[in-house]
């Protein structure tokens, strides 16, 4: 058959081809990125103590609401303000803690 509606004999766009040939390159580069990348993971992989969280997860990491996160700020709690977001570094925030609680050694339970 040769009719326009023929899904068997059709005739593919270069737009199609130049379409089909983007997604398998994108695939090959994420399933095989180049070997700098390989090598330097820490850009895009930092040790969890450098990860930056939300106020929700440093809350649940603590046992604590998030209410008391934000007010632990007026006490000095660091944080990072990315836009309107904040966000603490796991290592920073926890050393933060630890100095609240030498501070005040009677309070700590």
Known sequence: MNTATDTDDRIIT??????????????????????????????????PEDRLITAA???????????????????????IKLGRARRFRIATSDRWLEDQQNDHPGDAA
């Open 57 to 79: 997860e440093l809350a649940a990491r603590w046992g604590v609401s998030r209410a008391h996160i934000y007010n632990s700020l007026h006490l000095g709690l660091p944080s």
């Open 14 to 47: 270069a737009a199609e081809l130049i379409a089909a040939a983007e997604l398998v390159a994108r695939s090959t580069i994420t399933a095989n990125p180049p070997p700098e990348d390989r090598l330097n993971t820490t850009a895009t992989n930092p040790p």
